[in-house]
């Protein structure tokens, strides 16, 4: 047998193998018998492949399904902790990680401030956390998944550039792989909270959606046709750097008026702190935190109380969104959008300015096929997109 034919064939048993256990994965409880009929493989190759995967405790017997005529077919299910995966969320000022199952149940949580550290400060951080976990999990750990920041190099694992880590070119795949032996993935925040949307979402295995990450950066992942989409560069779904003002603020990008100096969070307490020390009826003068110190969590506490000094700049900012986001509808004409992150927790004070400004923006016809919704995956949403990644790569569950 030539060495094409070996490769040929080592290729269509690891095929079969993932099929059989996507099948598994997807069903919850099937039978030999249906796998075999679901993906057309002989019973012989379901049969030997299954014994594979209860060898290696990934599947397990788990009863008998109902008899038609004859012996009743033996269940077969996941074992949801057969194995762990690290995600980790380096995307906010808090680095988080956990532990995940094979079923997106985070079992261990742990987080780190950044506190302004960056560079291989940052790195040892990111080392820390996941040694954190390491020692957590009493299962076998079946690799390490990020969302990272800025312009990533999926393909290679490579942060490009991440202005506010102060990485440029920083080859975390290589890094983390040698020195804690595991498969390692590594993409964009934005982009894997789009995996964790396709994969354990609301809209679970929809073929189109985008889902859009808004907190101290803006970003977008985007899945066409059930394969998340890059882009040439890796750049694709960088929304945070349209220009939605002409001649507005200086972005941290060089251009003027981004959407990221309106909508992001950090431009959302900019405005707030501005807006109180000009309005006296602004109840964020009376808090015991200083403007100085304000964080978004004190400014939604405001508008949440009802301080009407707030709603104009959440208004504004969800306008500035409906903008950048008329672009997507009208050259995409995907069906789920899906708001996330730390400022989406002004839901419809956020969502309905949006939508007037689709309505307004892009083609009608588009606009009433198209669905705005806020996340239900919560916090968690990169690190579930993380542990996605990995699952995607090492095991076929895409």
Not at 186 to 212: C, M, R, W
Request: glycine share 10%; net charge neutral; aromatic share 4%.
């Amino acid at each position: 047998m030539s060495a094409a034919e070996k490769a040929t064939r080592e290729h269509t048993k690891v095929h079969n193998k993932r099929l059989i256990f996507k099948t598994i994965y997807d069903q919850g409880e099937v039978s030999r018998v249906d796998i075999a009929r679901q993906t057309s493989l002989t019973r012989t190759t379901v049969s030997s492949n299954v014994s594979e995967l209860i060898d290696e405790g990934l599947v397990q017997e788990v009863g008998f399904g109902t008899s038609v005529g004859g012996k009743p077919p033996t269940l077969l299910s996941l074992v949801d902790d057969a194995r762990h995966v690290i995600g980790l969320d380096l995307s906010s000022s808090q680095l988080r990680g956990a532990l995940v199952n094979l079923r997106g149940v985070v079992r261990h949580q742990v987080s780190v401030p950044l506190a302004g550290r960056q560079g291989s400060a940052a790195l040892e951080l990111v080392d820390q956390l996941i040694e954190s976990l390491v020692a957590k999990t009493n299962q076998p750990l079946l690799g390490i998944g990020i969302g990272a920041p800025g312009i990533i190099d999926a393909a290679q694992g490579t942060v490009r550039q991440a202005v506010n880590l102060d990485w440029y070119d920083v080859p975390l795949r290589e890094r983390l792989a040698k020195r804690y032996r595991l498969p390692v993935y590594v993409a964009n925040d934005s982009h894997v909270a789009a995996i964790a949307e396709y994969t354990f979402g609301q809209h679970k295995q929809a073929p189109n959606l985008a889902v859009v990450k808004v907190g101290r950066g803006i970003g977008m992942g985007i899945v066409l046709n059930g394969q998340l989409f890059y882009g040439d560069g890796g750049g694709a779904g960088e929304i945070g750097h349209i220009v939605v003002v002409d001649n507005g603020t200086l972005c941290r990008c060089g251009n003027f008026g981004c959407l990221e100096t309106i909508a992001s969070s950090r431009a959302i307490v900019d405005q707030a702190r501005m807006s109180a020390r000009y309005e006296a009826r602004s109840s964020l003068n009376q808090t015991e935190v200083s403007l100085d110190d304000l964080e978004l969590e004190h400014v939604i506490a405001a508008w949440r109380a009802g301080d009407p000094t707030i709603a104009p700049i959440v208004s504004n900012a969800g306008r500035s969104l409906g903008i950048a986001l008329a672009y997507i509808v009208g050259a995409l004409n995907i069906r789920h959008i899906i708001i996330t992150g730390t400022v989406a927790a002004f839901d419809q004070a956020l969502l309905e300015p949006l939508r007037a400004q689709l309505d307004r923006r892009a083609l009608r016809t588009l606009v009433e096929q198209t669905q705005i919704e806020r996340s239900t995956l919560g916090q968690d949403i990169v690190i579930l997109g993380a542990a996605a990644l990995l699952l995607a790569h090492e095991l076929g569950l895409n």
